[in-house]
């Protein structure tokens, strides 16, 4: 893909296509770059897929963006997805200490969490969420 911008800009600005299909698609094209498929996953709610591929893939910096640049506010669906693909707790740990608490629903958080049995795991980035 030569017109990496114009990828970027329609699937940032167009409602005119499919998005399971583009979603497949750019996963097929295996770009280097992330931010399509970023993008067209967070407009339409395929956090999981999008974690789920990123994971696998070992695009773990394309997965720091999107919570920390992207949208912060998701994730707690990206820590739920971690912790369903049996992500290493450190990993999920370092990833929650890159993210402004106060972007994040600590609600959504402890209940996604905790829909994983992992609750312990939290303690450190609530302590230290808590102490700033």
Same mark, same amino acid.
């Given at each position: ?29 295996? $770009?280097?770059?992330?931010? @399509?498929?970023? *993008?067209?996953? %967070? ?8 974690? +789920?591929? #990123? ?40 990833? $929650?200490?890159?993210?402004? @608490?106060?972007? *994040?629903?600590? %609600? ?8 994983? +049995?992992? #609750? ?13």
């Amino acid at each position: 893909m030569q017109q990496f911008p114009e990828v970027e800009r329609i699937c940032r600005e167009n409602d005119k296509f499919n998005p399971d299909k583009v979603k497949n698609f750019l996963i097929e094209a295996k $770009l280097a770059e992330q931010l @399509p498929l970023i *993008i067209v996953c %967070d407009r339409f709610n395929f956090v999981k897929d999008l974690v +789920n591929y #990123l994971y696998r893939n070992q695009q773990y910096k394309s997965i720091e963006v999107y919570v920390q640049r992207v949208n912060p506010a998701r994730t707690p669906s990206v820590v739920g997805t971690l912790l369903a693909l049996d992500c290493e707790e450190s990993v999920i740990q370092n990833l $929650l200490r890159s993210v402004d @608490p106060a972007q *994040i629903s600590m %609600d959504e958080l402890v209940k996604e969490v905790e829909s994983q +049995n992992r #609750l312990k795991m939290l303690l450190p980035f609530l302590e230290a969420t808590i102490q700033s």
